[in-house]
């Protein structure tokens, strides 16, 4: 059972994981939902964008201070590259864009729990220039 939580307000979901190996809790306050995941630790961590926007980066690294183990996948409608490579640097392991969530949501959780990033690939080749720079 894939312990998941959802942050945001992210209605196409909701139907999205009937008769699935996974456990789903929805939250649409990042405290309530920051508090529950200090207490549960929930496998893999859905978190739109939209919530937090600019401050999303700075969102996941509270989440894995207090979750080290919780994988965070971030969602958004269109994020552009600087804003996709912060919230990766920052620790989240994914990046899916919302016109194609509803298709990929169950496959990418999965993925994601099983220790792989969700990127297309011309982020991690983005990524790797990062890290060679440095």
Known sequence: ?????????????????????????YFEDEVLAFNAIEET?????????????????SYIKLLLAVSKES?????????NDDEILNCLIAGAKGYQNTAQLKDLVVKMITVVDAGEAWLTRRTVAKLLNIIVQK
């Open 1 to 25: 059972m894939i312990n998941t939580y959802i942050i945001g307000s992210i209605e196409q979901l909701k139907q999205e994981f009937k008769g699935e190996n996974m456990m789903v809790s």
């Open 41 to 57: 630790k929930p496998s893999v961590v859905l978190v739109d964008y939209a919530l937090r926007k600019a401050e999303t980066d």
């Open 71 to 79: 994988k965070i996948i971030v969602i958004a409608n269109e994020l």
